[in-house]
Nanobody
Framework: QVQLVESGGGLVQAGDSLRLSCAAS????????IYWFRQPPGNERERVAA????????YYADSVKGRFTISRDNAKNTVYLQMNSLKAEDTAVYYC??????????????????WGQGTQVTVSS
């Protein structure tokens, strides 16, 4: 069992930076690939970044590539999403999700085993 808790959201101005954290409980955290999603108001959930259990492989949506960086510290059971040069269109609730990585990392697995409750990011223009 893995429980995920996001933090670090807030209200910032366009061009600012934020770092989100996804803290996990459970001793098997290092066996899970972690994904960051976001859901803007009135829109569908979008996958924005992902990282393999080892941190070797990463994925970024085109909309955030070059601005967002995903990383993980398995010793701290935490995955980070560094968000730079924020734009108004980055405003959303950000969620992290975990999928057990059996062998190969998939940027788009068929299912997600665990979800966090989300953290709000609001970027004013």
């Amino acid at each position: 069992q893995v429980q995920l808790v996001e933090s670090g959201g807030g209200l910032v101005q366009a061009g600012d930076s934020l770092r989100l954290s996804c803290a996990a409980s459970g001793r098997t955290f290092s066996s899970y690939a972690i994904y960051w999603f976001r859901q803007p108001p009135g829109n569908e959930r979008e996958r924005v970044a992902a990282i393999s259990w080892s941190g070797t492989n990463t994925y970024y949506a085109d909309s955030v590539k070059g601005r967002f960086t995903i990383s993980r510290d398995n010793a701290k059971n935490t995955v980070y999403l560094q968000m730079n040069s924020l734009k108004a269109e980055d405003t959303a609730v950000y969620y992290c999700a975990a999928t057990y990585q059996d062998r190969y990392f998939s940027p788009s697995p068929p299912k997600y085993d665990y979800w966090g409750q989300g953290t709000q990011v609001t970027v004013s223009s």
